[in-house]
């Protein structure tokens, strides 16, 4: 079962990383101990990733350098529903 599990998790982050540019970045002592001090003071502890893709989107966005994601058909349904 554990063995079933380890394998379906990389599967998953396989098909989930497969999709995305990897990018090593180095931080200045300020900002990184900034993303420290902000990942423990949450509750739930969110990925550094997670922290920078947010950070980017936030950053890029209103500069236009950022396409707006499309929906997915999920969200298409549900609105089509509530019409």
Same mark, same amino acid.
Request: positive net charge; hydrophobic residues 35%.
């Given at each position: 079962?554990?063995?079933?599990?380890?394998?379906?998790?990389?599967?998953?982050?396989?098909?989930?990383? &497969?999709?995305?540019?990897?990018?090593?970045?180095? %931080? *200045?002592?300020? %900002? #990184?101990?900034?993303?420290?001090?902000?990942?423990? #003071? +949450?509750?739930? $502890? *969110? &990925?550094?990733?997670?922290?920078?893709?947010? #950070? %980017?989107?936030?950053?890029? !966005? *209103?500069? !236009?350098?950022?396409?707006? $994601?499309?929906?997915?058909?999920?969200?298409?349904?549900? #609105? $089509?529903? +509530?019409?």
């Amino acid at each position: 079962m554990v063995t079933t599990f380890i394998y379906s998790t990389n599967v998953t982050r396989w098909w989930y990383t &497969a999709h995305m540019k990897r990018a090593s970045i180095s %931080l *200045p002592d300020d %900002l #990184a101990k900034a993303l420290d001090n902000y990942i423990q #003071a +949450q509750e739930v $502890r *969110p &990925a550094v990733t997670t922290v920078m893709q947010a #950070a %980017l989107r936030e950053y890029l !966005g *209103p500069r !236009g350098f950022l396409q707006e $994601r499309r929906a997915s058909k999920t969200s298409k349904r549900t #609105a $089509r529903s +509530q019409s």
